[in-house]
């Protein structure tokens, strides 16, 4: 008796189950799918599909997601791609524009007359174009980011010229290489974590721009130039100058340049940099410039020279064969300084300017002062240091 009644419990368990889980029967007619195609997900746009004008192979004229499907090659006297719409994104998809002899630009935006907003292009390479690789001057809030730009008649990638902040560019984590003028013009932007090497110009040329961690390398002229604000980067064995601004160069190192390490114009600021092996001088300062923290050593003349009206201050200057602080002018200040191992350690070329606790050693004359400068009492030797003025410099 408790089997059979075990027995139908389990079997009004199972008619249950089977009540609960509804007909078994699918309905009559063709199974149909519930996924989004990718083009319901991210609606894109085949650029090869898209007709050209006179200017170019394919034209954007509509807002939206466009990329390749595979290498797109040009043709003598047009663009690869021209842009005349706002709010259009361009994904190479990993493929390459391909120029010939006599093309013009990768992709170009705007005409000079009209701007697109909010362009933005990636993944991919536009390479051997007449003119610029990607020419953006006249696109508004635009983005280039991860683009390899090889070969290209003038400038590799060029944003910005038409614009001001904050509408500006901003350039990212690209590479542009042996370029016939500049690697990268950016105006009124951002340029950050890209390399430009082996360019016949600047490698990069940067207008009321930010520079922050980028390297420059093997460049015929200035490895990086321009105006605004250079931070973290890097510039090396570049035709000129390594770096050659005005504004602010802060946490840069630089070495191996033609000329000048860094040159900077009237008013700017050199901060925390390391500048070493430069065919001229390790740092050359226009007037009314500041340099602080930099170690400056083994230049083929002076370390840092300065103008007028400077503050050098805090740096450490070794071994370079001309002066370690070498000033033109008058109306510097010339303090807490460390010269080591130079034909001079300090020398001045005119009255009127401060130098105060510096300390020079190693050096064939320490202090050279042809006179009407205020300098500090100089403590010469070894042993015990005996005087307690505040403001004296060492020489040992």
């Not at 706002?86 to 120029?99: A, K, P, R, W, Y």
């Not at 016949?200 to 015929?220: E, F, K, M, P, Y």
Request: glycine residues 18%.
């Amino acid at each position: 008796m408790r089997l059979w009644a075990s027995s139908a419990l389990g079997l009004v368990g199972c008619v249950g189950l089977v009540v609960l889980a509804g007909p078994i029967d699918p309905p009559t007619g063709p199974v149909s799918s519930t996924m989004k195609t990718l083009d319901e997900i991210e609606p894109r746009v085949d650029i090869a599909t898209l007709g050209g004008d006179a200017e170019a192979l394919h034209v954007i004229d509509a807002p939206g997601s466009y990329y390749l499907t595979g290498e797109i090659v040009g043709v003598s006297g047009k663009s690869g791609i021209r842009v005349t719409s706002d709010d259009v994104t361009i994904d190479l998809n990993g493929f390459t524009l391909q120029g010939v002899p006599g093309s013009l630009d990768g992709i170009e935006a705007g005409d000079g007359i009209v701007f697109v907003n909010n362009l933005r292009i990636r993944n991919g390479v536009v390479r051997d174009w007449g003119r610029r690789g990607i020419d953006g001057d006249f696109a508004n809030n635009a983005l280039v980011e991860g683009i390899r730009a090889f070969g290209n008649g003038e400038t590799g990638i060029r944003v910005g010229a038409g614009v001001s902040p904050p509408m500006g560019p901003v350039v990212r984590n690209c590479v542009s290489q042996g370029n016939a003028l500049h690697g990268f013009q950016v105006e009124n932007g951002v340029i950050e974590g890209c390399v430009a090497a082996d360019n016949l110009a600047r490698g990069i040329n940067a207008l009321g721009s930010v520079v922050q961690d980028c390297v420059a390398t093997n460049n015929d002229t200035d490895g990086i130039g321009g105006s605004g604000v250079v931070s973290s980067s890097v510039a090396v064995a570049n035709g000129i100058d390594g770096i050659h601004f005005s504004g602010t160069v802060t946490g840069c190192r630089v070495s191996n340049s033609g000329n000048d390490g860094i040159e900077v114009e009237a008013g700017s600021v050199v901060r925390d940099c390391r500048v070493s092996f430069s065919g001229q001088m390790g740092v050359r300062l226009a007037q009314g410039c500041l340099i602080s923290d930099s170690s400056v050593h083994e230049n083929q003349q002076d370390g840092i020279l300065a103008s007028d009206s400077c503050v050098v201050r805090e740096n450490v200057c070794d071994r370079n064969a001309g002066s370690g602080i070498h000033v033109l002018g008058f109306g510097n200040r010339i303090e807490g300084n460390s010269v080591s191992g130079s034909l001079r350690g300090i020398e001045l070329d005119f009255g009127g300017n401060l130098v105060i606790r510096n300390s020079a050693t190693g050096n064939g004359v320490g202090f050279d002062d042809p006179g009407g400068n205020t300098i500090g009492p100089i403590v010469v030797g070894g042993g015990v240091i005996v005087s307690e003025h505040p403001w004296a410099n060492f020489e040992f």
